[in-house]
């Protein structure tokens, strides 16, 4: 089969968030099933000079946005063993950052429409378009609308994954004609009319082929009003073509056998290397060298989907405990200026890093013996599932991929590889952290979660074996889905 994956960031080139990680980790091992996939992305501003002088233009063409017609380059770069193709036009993709701009609409449908346009004229033609996110819903969308029309285009079958339901690339009704060139009759409620305006991700649900979400719990969770972001009754409409398969992590990247960024690199056979680990992060961040307090980490956008607020609402109590707290995330002013302050309020036990660096994450998960993650939602998460490898214990509520891959101790048992809660309260949260850290107390106990945590397989490898069912399935149908 041939998969075209469209996304709009990959790791290593540029990455906000996990979606990066997905499209860098899934093609690989699609690859080792045989699949020929490749992965298409806007070429940006940000993107590494290294990468940037091996890419050769393979096409040049005009691509219509509404009335207007726009340059588009397709450059391709081997790496890894996989061939990406960058849509290059600096006008829309120049920019310091890769979204949050005012025209992400009218950016973000030149990459769609780019997308279709430049199959005929690179040296490859998917039997599957794979999109993710809203960023490139309105392909899947326009090639049933416009596309199949093309004899070409016809048997082209979709799958569109949705890594986050809560950003949707909602539009004035507008951009309807002045973007995509779409009459009137699209504006419908079966179509792509969302309150008023238009969504991509709406569009992307309405015409794909399949619809995937990145947890089985999530895929649950989406169909209901709570989380289902006024898009719960489609999804409900659709729910014999959705899906939920967990993410996975890079297995070779996140290893602390053999680890680059650690001081010290480790295995479960020889976990006590990890408190060295633990010191060098003590003495990083200037906190006391006490091996015997636990620190709990949290690595994070600071935002309230993360549970930011039931953080906030107990941190007193939680530092009336004996731990060191370190925080590395940056995200909203409130929550910023919060952990400023409570670094300043409680030196010894408290630290908080504002901003990202991928090497120090590293170290933090090395040097952690908890992470907490209380998400009000996670789609899959990719947090928790790292600090495991690194014998980090996730202290997480029970909701989307936290709840498929962390199972809660069971001291009678001897089952579990972390602690959950269910209820997004702050003194389930709390109360959940100190059964935690009574666990952590008894080195018996302790020592079986660790083991229970760094031996859970989460490789892509279960993962693709599914997208791979997935992609047989459709391409053995008939014919596509008609709405």
Not at 313 to 318: D, I, K, R, T
Request: with cysteine; hydrophobic share 40%; aromatic share 14%.
């Amino acid at each position: 089969m041939k998969v075209l994956f469209v996304v709009s960031e990959c790791v290593p080139f540029v990455k906000s968030g996990g979606l990066a990680d997905v499209a860098g980790s899934l093609p690989k091992e699609m690859k080792k099933l045989g699949t020929d996939i490749r992965v298409i992305l806007p070429k940006y501003q940000s993107i590494n000079e290294e990468y940037k002088v091996k890419m050769k233009k393979t096409a040049e063409i005009s691509v219509p946005v509404g009335w207007r017609n726009q340059y588009c380059g397709i450059e391709e770069l081997q790496f890894e063993g996989i061939t990406y193709y960058f849509v290059d036009n600096e006008y829309y993709f120049f920019r310091e950052n890769l979204y949050g701009y005012f025209d992400d609409g009218e950016r973000f449908a030149y990459f769609n429409r780019a997308v279709l346009d430049c199959l005929g004229l690179i040296d490859f033609f998917p039997d599957i378009i794979h999109c993710h996110d809203w960023h490139t819903g309105m392909i899947l969308f326009l090639l049933k609308s416009q596309y199949q029309a093309i004899e070409s285009y016809k048997d082209i079958r979709t799958v569109f994954t949705i890594h986050n339901l809560k950003f949707q690339g909602v539009m004035p009704r507008e951009a309807l004609q002045d973007l995509f060139g779409l009459s009137n009759q699209y504006f419908h409620i079966d179509h792509l009319e969302f309150y008023g305006q238009i969504s991509f991700m709406k569009g992307a649900i309405v015409a794909a082929d399949k619809i995937t979400t990145v947890s089985p719990t999530y895929k649950q969770e989406i169909q209901m009003e709570h989380y289902g972001e006024r898009l719960h009754g489609l999804l409900l409409k659709r729910k014999n073509d959705l899906e939920g398969i967990i993410n996975g992590i890079d297995a070779a990247l996140y290893d602390p056998k053999n680890d680059p960024c650690l001081l010290e690199r480790y295995n479960l056979e020889a976990i006590e290397r990890k408190q060295e680990n633990k010191r060098y992060i003590q003495e990083k961040f200037g906190l006391p060298t006490h091996m015997n307090t636990p620190i709990v980490a949290m690595i994070t956008r600071l935002t309230e989907q993360k549970g930011l607020d039931l953080v906030r609402g107990v941190f007193q109590e939680l530092m009336s405990e004996n731990i060191q707290m370190i925080i590395l995330g940056t995200g909203d002013a409130q929550f910023e200026q919060f952990f400023r302050e409570m670094e300043w309020a409680y030196p010894e036990k408290c630290r908080a890093y504002i901003g990202f660096d991928e090497e120090l994450a590293h170290q933090l998960y090395a040097g952690a013996d908890l992470f907490l993650m209380p998400s009000k939602f996670e789609p899959c998460g990719l947090g928790q599932m790292i600090a495991m490898k690194y014998g980090a214990i996730p202290v997480v509520r029970e909701t989307g991929g936290l709840n498929d891959t962390v199972q809660s101790f069971n001291e009678l048992t001897g089952e579990g590889n972390g602690f959950t809660f269910s209820h997004f309260n702050a003194h389930d949260m709390l109360f959940t952290v100190q059964k935690a850290l009574r666990f952590y107390r008894n080195e018996l106990y302790w020592k079986n979660i660790v083991r229970n945590a760094m031996t859970a397989d989460f490789s892509w490898a279960q993962s693709a074996e599914k997208y791979n069912d997935l992609y047989s399935e459709i391409v053995s149908r008939s014919e596509s889905h008609v709405f």
